[in-house]
């Protein structure tokens, strides 16, 4: 009874350090996952500021650039 109790004891705490390291994987698969969405999120914000930047610079240089529309004269 002895031999089939530490079998059984054996396997279980086999089980138990598979299932540890598996709940560790996740974890580090799960915080490298959280970390990449940031770096995205922070890029996508910087390459929106830069975006929104430009489109003013450009609405801007468009109205120091309007002049009323000349009349082209006839020949």
Same mark, same amino acid.
């Given at each position: 009874?002895? /031999?089939?109790?530490?079998? *059984?004891?054996? &396997? %279980? ?5 598979? @299932?540890? !390291? $598996? ?6 698969? /799960?915080?490298?996952?959280? *970390?990449?969405? &940031? %770096? ?5 914000? @910087?390459? !929106? $500021? ?26």
């Amino acid at each position: 009874m002895s /031999k089939t109790s530490d079998d *059984a004891r054996e &396997r %279980a705490e086999a089980r138990f350090q598979e @299932r540890q !390291k $598996a709940d560790q994987s996740d974890k580090q698969a /799960k915080a490298e996952h959280e *970390a990449q969405a &940031r %770096a995205v999120d922070l890029k996508t914000s @910087r390459l !929106k $500021a830069l975006r929104m930047a430009r489109e003013a610079a450009d609405k801007e240089a468009e109205a120091k650039n309007e002049r009323p529309p000349t009349k082209k004269k006839r020949t």
